[in-house]
């Protein structure tokens, strides 16, 4: 018996020497750590990207996982908490960033951790809070005009132009929709919050300055008076009539390219008409962010990786998921300068503002509809409207707080 004790004491002390010289024999060694980036791309771009992901990961001994459509804030708020979320939030629209940014899940970007200069401007913009970047901007959209190029030879250079052909050939878009109408109101100094050194103003919302009322005169106009379209038009509607080549010119995005290619539409894109002393019109801007969350235990990595994938996905995004990139390098090279219509779409991109990424814009999306269905049915004046949706948003902004 005692033999027996003997014996098995012995292979105890030898099992747990084994057990102790394991990592030393690689099992644990070789597990590389590991960096988690939920995206909000499309499958496809999420399948180009991963090979990108994979090539920093080996030469930084880090597996890289990829995972598709994890982009909403409540399903990364409830991860970031537990300790389950991912490092790198990659794709995310910058108008999402301000409830992220409000819940303290937004790391600063290191100062140092880029050139912006490298960068288009508005897209920086677009990432930047309290004067302070947040996110890196990985690609931008925005709208501008389609033409019929069997219609019209060229593109209206500025409103005047634009009024007069369309008096012949027609002119469509979903008019009571903000987004879009929105460049219309800033072309003459309109703005939704104030920018002040890189912060937005909340109180100070410029949708009833005279600039504005200026262009939701124009808006009305378009209705009402040269009755371009119906005052409840919508957008598939526009579209349709664009794509069924009755109307010449038609204002959206590049979403909807691929289906007049399909169609066999004869068209263009170009920017919008600058007004007649040579004001550009700026569209909204909309920009696919990447962010660490300030949850990450794996910061400083997370950063060279997000840095890595912004600067190495910009040309392959184009290709696969036709983002228009935000590096001045990508947006020079002859593959994007190429392709004319995403060119035209760069082009307007430049001149454009972002959508406020602060969360008080949320209380002025339904306002400012309101506004744009009462001036195109006649119901209000623009400077009644105005007013109005003024004093709408800054009600709805009050209740949030």
Not at 217 to 226: A, E, G, P, Q
Request: glycine share 6%; with cysteine.
């Amino acid at each position: 018996m005692k033999n027996l004790k003997r014996i098995l004491t012995v292979a105890l002390i030898i099992a747990f020497a084994v057990v102790a010289l394991i990592p030393l024999s690689g099992v644990f060694a070789t597990s590389k750590k590991q960096l988690v980036v939920w995206s909000h791309l499309t499958q496809d771009e999420v399948k180009a990207l991963q090979p990108i992901a994979d090539k920093w990961g080996k030469a930084n001994g880090y597996t890289v996982k990829v995972i598709t459509d994890q982009g909403s804030f409540q399903s990364f708020q409830t991860a970031a908490m537990s300790g389950k979320g991912p490092d790198i939030m990659f794709g995310i629209p910058h108008d999402n960033l301000g409830a992220f940014w409000k819940a303290k899940l937004l790391e600063p970007v290191p100062a140092n951790l880029i050139d912006k200069k490298n960068f288009v401007s508005t897209a920086l913009d677009a990432c930047t809070f309290e004067g302070k970047l947040y996110a890196l901007p990985i690609a931008m959209e925005t709208y501008a005009l389609f033409y019929n190029t069997s219609k019209v030879k060229e593109a209206p250079k500025t409103m005047s132009q634009l009024i007069t052909l369309a008096k012949k050939h027609g002119f469509m878009y979903d008019v009571n929709n903000f987004y879009f109408s929105f460049a219309f109101i800033a072309q003459n100094g309109g703005y939704v919050f104030k920018n002040k050194g890189g912060s937005l103003d909340p109180n100070d919302i410029g949708l009833a300055t005279n600039g504005a009322i200026k262009g939701l005169s124009l808006i009305r106009d378009f209705v009402l008076t040269y009755k371009f379209m119906q005052k409840d038009i919508k957008g598939d509607i526009a579209k349709g009539n664009f794509q069924n080549q009755k109307i010449a010119f038609y204002i959206s995005g590049p979403w909807d390219v691929q289906d007049f290619i399909k169609a066999k539409v004869p068209f263009a894109v170009a920017p919008l008409p600058k007004t007649d002393d040579g004001k550009p019109t700026p569209s909204f801007v909309g920009v696919q962010a990447a962010f660490v969350s300030a949850k990450s235990k794996n910061k400083d990595a997370a950063f060279k990786l997000a840095k890595y994938l912004v600067e190495n996905s910009a040309l392959t995004l184009f290709k696969v998921g036709h983002r228009i990139p935000v590096l001045n390098s990508v947006l020079a090279s002859s593959e994007v300068k190429a392709d004319k219509i995403m060119s035209a779409f760069a082009e307007q991109a430049k001149v454009g503002i972002p959508m406020p990424n602060i969360p008080e814009m949320s209380a002025v999306w339904t306002p400012a509809g309101n506004a744009l269905s009462l001036i195109t049915t006649g119901k209000a004046t623009p400077k009644q409207a105005a007013d109005a949706m003024v004093k709408q948003i800054k009600q709805g902004i009050a209740q949030m707080q």
